[in-house]
């Protein structure tokens, strides 16, 4: 069975960062393709970042480029997504999805995998 869990969340202030992690278990993590979505409350899930099998290539949202980072330790079976400058849109529950596909995925449906989420809350 997979798994994944993240790590990570919790209360800052704006302008503070936050570094979250996924560790994936349960299957071989180096083929697959990883993102990170958030939903904040009363609103849908949004695609945050995603990243390649090999880490070579990644994508983000409008809403986080410049400030947002995905990465991954494949030694580890890990993901992160460093966070910086963080603002008060910001806040809400943060998943970290997989897929064995090596399509750079911005929805949801692509993905297979879920974490059950991590609170990221940003105070003004």
């Known amino acids: 069975q997979v798994q994944l869990v993240e790590s990570g969340g919790g209360l800052v202030q704006a302008g503070d960062y936050l570094r979250l992690s996924c560790t994936v278990s349960?299957?071989?993590?180096?083929?697959?393709?990883m993102g990170w979505f958030r939903q904040a409350p009363g609103k849908k899930r949004e695609f945050v970042a995603v990243?390649?099998?090999?880490?070579?290539?990644?994508h983000y949202g409008d809403s986080v480029n410049g400030r947002f980072t995905i990465s991954r330790d494949n030694a580890k079976a890990t993901t992160y997504l460093q966070m910086n400058s963080l603002k008060p849109d910001d806040t809400a529950v943060y998943y970290c999805?997989?897929?064995?596909?090596?399509?750079?995925?911005?929805?949801?449906?692509?993905?297979?995998?879920w974490g059950q989420g991590t609170q990221v809350t940003v105070s003004a």
């Open positions: 990243i390649g099998q090999t880490g070579a290539r990644t």
């Open positions: 349960g299957r071989t993590f180096t083929p697959l393709t």
């Open positions: 999805a997989a897929t064995p596909s090596p399509i750079m995925g911005f929805v949801e449906s692509l993905y297979d995998y």
